[in-house]
C-alpha cells in the first residue's frame, strides 16, 4: 500500500514569485508518481507524471517536479507563478505493482496574491 | 469533445432519496473508476471496474451500487441517502496498462439536506 503526505494544506505567494509545493510519498514497492490541478468547481487535470528515468520531470504551464527516492520526494515547482494558478494542487501515487487506484494526498491550496 | 462526462453536474436531493449519476468515457480505455472527494477535498477511490468486471471495491456502505454496462459507462447508484453522503463524486478512466493515467471528469457535486 502507498501513502502520501503534503505538508502544506494552503500556500500564498505573490504573482511572478517561485513556488514550492512539497509531497511526500510511501510505498514499499517502485511508485509512479503524479500531480493533479483542480481549478474551483472543475475535474482534475494532469499538470505531470514521474515514470521513470531522469527524475526532473516538466509539465503544463510551466511546472516541474523532481523525483527524489532517497528522500521520498516528488515536489512541484513553478519559477513565477500568475494569478491563473491559483488552484488546489494533488499528489498522487501508484505503486508498480497492486491495484490500478491512485491514492491521493490531501492537497495544497495555491493562492496566488497581485 | 468530452473526454470523460458525467451527468448531473450538480444534485441535490433530501435524505432517504435514491439517485443515480452518470459517466461516459470515449477514451477507448478499459477500466473505470469512481472516486470520492469529501467536504475538505480528500479524494479516496470508492469502485473501479474493468471491462465491466469490478476489480476494486473500497469498504464503501452497501447504499452505493456500481454498475457498468460497457466498458465505456460506468454509472453510480446511491440508496437511501444520507447527510453524510453529500461530496463530490469523480468519475476517471485509464488504459490497460500501467502506469494506469487516470483521466477524470468534471465532478457531480451532491448535496443531500
Known amino acids: 500500500a502507498q501513502s502520501v503526505t503534503q505538508l502544506d494544506s494552503q500556500v500564498p505567494v505573490f504573482e511572478e514569485a517561485p513556488v514550492e509545493l512539497r509531497c511526500n510519498y510511501s510505498?514499499?514497492?517502485?511508485?509512479?508518481l503524479f500531480w493533479y490541478v483542480q481549478y474551483p468547481n472543475q475535474g482534475l487535470q494532469l499538470l505531470l507524471k514521474y515514470l521513470s528515468g531522469s527524475t526532473l520531470v516538466k509539465g503544463i504551464n510551466g511546472f516541474e517536479a523532481e523525483f527524489n527516492k532517497s528522500q521520498t520526494s516528488f515536489h512541484l515547482r513553478k519559477p513565477s507563478v500568475h494569478i491563473s494558478d491559483t488552484a488546489e494542487y494533488f499528489c498522487a501515487v501508484k505503486g508498480h505493482t497492486g491495484r490500478r487506484a491512485l491514492t491521493f494526498g490531501s492537497g495544497t491550496r495555491l493562492q496566488v496574491q497581485p | 469533445d468530452t473526454a470523460v462526462s458525467q451527468t448531473p453536474k450538480y444534485l441535490v436531493t433530501q435524505m432517504g432519496n435514491d439517485k443515480s449519476i452518470k459517466c461516459e468515457q470515449n477514451l477507448g480505455h478499459d477500466t473505470m473508476y469512481w472516486y470520492k472527494q469529501d467536504s475538505k477535498k480528500f479524494l479516496k477511490i470508492m469502485f473501479s471496474?474493468?471491462?465491466?468486471?469490478?476489480?476494486i471495491n473500497e469498504t464503501v456502505p452497501n447504499r452505493f451500487s456500481p454498475k457498468s454496462p460497457d466498458k465505456a459507462h460506468l454509472n453510480l447508484h446511491i440508496n437511501s441517502l444520507e447527510l453524510g453522503d453529500s461530496a463530490v463524486y469523480f468519475c476517471?478512466?485509464?488504459?490497460?496498462?500501467?502506469?494506469?493515467?487516470?483521466?477524470f471528469g468534471p465532478g457531480t457535486r451532491l448535496t443531500v439536506t
Open positions: 476517471a478512466s485509464s488504459g490497460d496498462r500501467a502506469p494506469y493515467e487516470q483521466y
Open positions: 510505498s514499499s514497492v517502485s511508485v509512479y
Open positions: 471496474y474493468n471491462n465491466k468486471e469490478l476489480i
